[in-house]
């Protein structure tokens, strides 16, 4: 080995620890028997309990579930329309227009976003009445706004690496435009409507921006609430509710990864 | 040999005895202000292996996906079995074409691939799977049958790709450069597998390819395209021993060309003085050409007989020096700097396994060949 091989190897667990340390200690203070978040008095799962107990936290996470399922689902549906539109009708005039008016909320800060999705709101509530009042559907509209740019993104990069002779072949088999979306468009993009969807589940379960500006009473997302307890002390019971989503993604990431690897090893069994 | 199996009787382009399967008729396919495909005018016969040959970028497959209905003509008409296609698209027609690249649907196995057109054709379940198991037969792929297409090596991907166009029995199927992506050996193999197939099925076949010897060895005739234009339709032999122009002559196999004026031009021989040949070349038959006309003289490599000392006898011949000989196992290729400073090319069967005598570079060499050897070109 070379001298001062070890720096590598240093520099790397120093990194790992400022990555992970925090998120560590977090984990371990929701263990914390002592109300005081900074002090440590003995192990307690008491925080989980109460976590079990606070209705607002519940209901606020039952929310955004609910508006991250819907949101991820309609974006999906509406990004990958967008994308198919973009990529197979050919150059028609006012295409490169469109490509960056489906691409700008990418890059557009979310405090524009969402006041200019408050604005919409309250003028069509006072044009046509609809939505009335703020609330979940407001903020699932919103969520699918921003949402669908990432899902178009994803599933247009996809598209592009598609054959097209594979639906061209389709069609020369005897299927019509609209068969041949759903039997071979939709299963060869499949994938890049998974990732889309989980993405878009993601980015609307962690957006507080934007859901503060078009939420209304009794609406409030997980991220909100969080938020706004934070800004009082930090309580032992976030940290509970902290590590159970840390719990969550680990799982997920763990499943993914295992499912990856069975995947693989199949393909090279055959 | 191929030829053979393409009888005399069988060659209704020469005799006109039925009326054309499939007729082209003045197509131009224009992308902007580019033409791809320029007045081009064809008529292929029922069961024909037709074979389109030309270079890169020369409209070849445009001419196809016109067929298929993937693009639609600028300009003119095609019939086919005396129906006109305009405005037919691709899943009505009565064509099916295999994809250069396959195409194969990667989410579905073998058998579900070839199934598909049948099934979208509304043909029963139970009716369709044995067809299927039929055409996997066909093409030796029964094994296969479960597998998806990634599952697969090049060569069987690209007979699952013939079996999933033939399925459906078109009335016309297209294949853009079906063995483009084989090697050799399978290549020569599948060729005859698909002659095989061709005649079995009775299909009428359409071939786009660059490689001539595999236009040579599949087609009843041929179709040489030069920038979007068919220069010249024949057979075979007639494309490589009559060309019609020195593209043709240039393109499909290996050729000598020299330049030269008419001086002598009677009823059934021509002489040609040639600059580059260095002295006079005897024609013993006539072509449609005046005296004093340019024109180039098309002569095949294996129509030059080599020798070290002055032939007698042949009509022409000229003096060279061996500058090159290119060993090729079965035979060799020899390229002689005349006298004139032209280079030109001989091959030579290698008979013997150890030729001590054999004629090598640096040498002195005759080359001669007869008054019917080679052919005069106007364009
Ligand atoms: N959609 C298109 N838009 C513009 N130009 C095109 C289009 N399709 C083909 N061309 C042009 O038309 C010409 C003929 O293309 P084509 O694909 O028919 O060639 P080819 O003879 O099949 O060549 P190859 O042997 O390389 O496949 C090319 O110069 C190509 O660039
Ligand atoms: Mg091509």
Known sequence: MMRGGWTLPVLCVLGFVFLYAPILSLVIFSFNASQLVTVWGGFSTRWYGELMRDTQILGAAWISLQVAFFSATIAVALGTLAAFVLMRFGRFRTRALLTGMVTAPLVMPEVITGLSLLLLFVSMEQLIGWPAGRGMTTVTIAHVTFCMAFVAVVVQSRLAGMDNSLEEAAMDLGARPVRVFFDITLPVIAPALVAGWLLAFTLSLDDLVIASFVTGPGASTLPMVIFSKVRLGVSPVVNALATLIILAVAIGVAIATWHIHRRMKEARKD | MIQNAHAASSRPWVAETEPPFLR????????????????????????????????????????????????????????????????????????????????????????????????????????????????????????????????????????????????????????????????????????????????????????????????????????????????????????????????????????????????????????????????????????????????????????????????????????????????????????????????????????????????????????????????????
């Not at chain 2, 194969?104 to 067809?131: C, Q, W």
């Not at chain 2, 494309?239 to 043709?248: C, G, L, M, Q």
């Open chain 2, 24 to 379: 082209i008729q003045k197509v131009t396919k224009k992308f902007g202000d580019f033409t791809a495909v320029d007045e081009v005018s064809l008529d292929i016969y029922r069961g024909e292996l037709f074979c389109l040959l030309g270079g890169s970028g020369c409209g070849k497959s445009t001419l196809l996906r016109m067929l298929a209905g993937f693009e639609a003509p600028s300009e003119g008409r095609i019939e086919i079995d005396g129906q006109d296609m305009a405005g037919i698209p691709p899943y009505e027609r009565p064509t099916n074409m295999m994809f250069q690249s396959y195409a194969l649907f990667p989410h579905m196995t073998v058998e579900r691939n070839i199934a598909y057109g049948l099934l979208r054709e509304g043909v029963k379940r139970d009716e369709a799977m044995s067809r299927v198991a039929d055409i996997l037969k066909l093409v030796q792929m029964t094994q296969f049958a479960r597998r998806k297409p990634h599952q697969l090596s090049g060569g069987q991907r690209q007979r699952v790709a013939l079996a999933r166009a033939l399925v459906k029995r078109p009335k016309v199927l297209l294949l853009d450069e079906p063995l483009g992506a084989l090697d050799k050996k399978l290549r020569e193999e599948t060729q005859f597998e698909l002659l095989k197939i061709q005649e079995t099925l009775g299909i009428t076949f359409i071939v786009v390819t660059h490689d001539q010897e595999e236009a040579m060895t599949l087609s009843t005739r041929i179709g040489v395209m030069d920038e979007g234009q068919i220069v010249q339709v024949g057979e075979p032999a007639e494309i490589y021993e009559h060309p019609s122009s020195r593209f043709v002559a240039d393109f499909v196999g290996s050729v000598n060309l020299f330049e030269g004026r008419i001086s002598v031009d009677e009823k059934d021989r021509l002489e040609i003085d040639s600059a580059e040949m260095g002295g006079t070349i005897h024609v013993g038959h006539s072509t449609s050409c005046t005296l004093d006309q340019k024109v180039w003289y098309a002569l095949r490599p294996e129509k030059v007989r080599l020798d070290r000392e002055e032939p007698v006898g042949e009509a022409n011949r000229a003096r060279g020096m061996v500058e090159e000989v290119l060993y090729l196992g079965g035979q060799s290729i020899y390229k002689i700097k005349l006298d004139s400073g032209k280079s030109v090319k001989a091959t030579k069967p290698n008979l013997l396994r150890h030729e001590d005598d054999a004629i090598s570079w640096d040498e002195p060499a005759w080359i001669s060949w007869g008054d019917t050897a080679g052919v005069v070109l106007t364009r």
